[in-house]
């Protein structure tokens, strides 16, 4: 069955420091893989897609993510923390075949951004 | 803009009540997911429907049941609600997966329901 890590429940940067949020996947197959964003009571907000057009990937607020296949991995990141991206952030892959489009989350990254 | 509105933000229920959460989407979508939030451990699926009163079971079903009688509502009905309920719940809607489109599922603002 598919799954997702996200290494880290909680990071801590600095406003102005880079922000890195770790997800892996278990797929032999690369799912669709996902972004979302949870600000304080809610719901879930996209923050970038992975299409297959392109490994890098930019979203919303200025953050990317990049696709690597021998790793499994679509680590998101922001050059730049700001006070704003405090919220808890979530990696999601959908399996590549089924109609249903189940979305499979990791356990989540809340993210502190102190002054 | 896709909007998903769920009926109550915050919800306390007693012990042994039954509780329907309502959602409503306004995008025509084929897909609507049932979700279960609790800290370190993520979202977890417990029922979707891919079309009117067609529904699945998730990872955790039990203790819930849904209905879906017309294609923008679906709700999710806690039978005798429990304090292990306690939770916030996250409805979903999305359109069908189409070959090769890789298509989010959009969301609600949450209940966050209490049960005592």
């Known amino acids: 069955a598919q799954s997702v890590t996200q290494l880290g429940s909680h990071v801590s940067v600095s406003e102005g420091a880079l922000v890195l949020l770790r997800c892996n996947y278990s797929?032999?197959?690369?799912?669709?893989l996902f972004w979302y964003v949870q600000y304080p009571n809610q719901g879930l907000q996209l923050l970038l897609k992975?299409?297959?057009?392109?490994?890098l990937v930019k979203g919303i607020n200025g953050f990317e993510a990049e696709f690597k296949k021998s790793e499994t991995s679509f680590h998101l990141t922001k050059p730049s923390a700001h006070m704003s991206d405090a919220a808890e952030y979530f990696c999601?892959?959908?399996?590549?075949?089924?109609?249903?489009?189940?979305?499979?989350f990791g356990a989540g990254t809340r993210l502190a951004v102190h002054p | 803009d896709v909007k998903v509105t769920q009926s109550s933000r915050y919800l306390v229920k007693r012990t042994g009540e039954k509780v329907f959460l309502e959602c409503v989407q306004d995008?025509?979508?084929?897909?609507m997911f049932w979700y279960r939030q609790d800290p370190g451990l993520g979202l977890r699926l417990i029922y979707f429907?891919?079309?009117?009163?067609?529904?699945e079971k998730g990872d955790i079903p039990e203790g819930y049941s849904v209905s879906r009688e017309k294609k923008e509502r679906f709700s999710l009905i806690l039978e005798s609600a429990s304090t292990n309920q306690t939770s916030m719940y996250l409805c979903?809607?999305?359109?069908?997966?189409?070959?090769?489109?890789?298509?989010?599922?959009?969301f609600g603002q949450g209940t966050r329901l209490t049960v005592v």
């Open positions: 979903a809607s999305s359109p069908l997966l189409l070959q090769g489109k890789n298509t989010e599922a959009f």
């Open positions: 797929s032999s197959v690369p799912p669709y």
């Open positions: 992975y299409t297959s057009a392109a490994t």
């Open positions: 999601a892959v959908r399996p590549f075949s089924g109609g249903y489009n189940k979305l499979i």
């Open positions: 995008m025509d979508h084929e897909n």
């Open positions: 429907s891919y079309d009117v009163k067609m529904k």
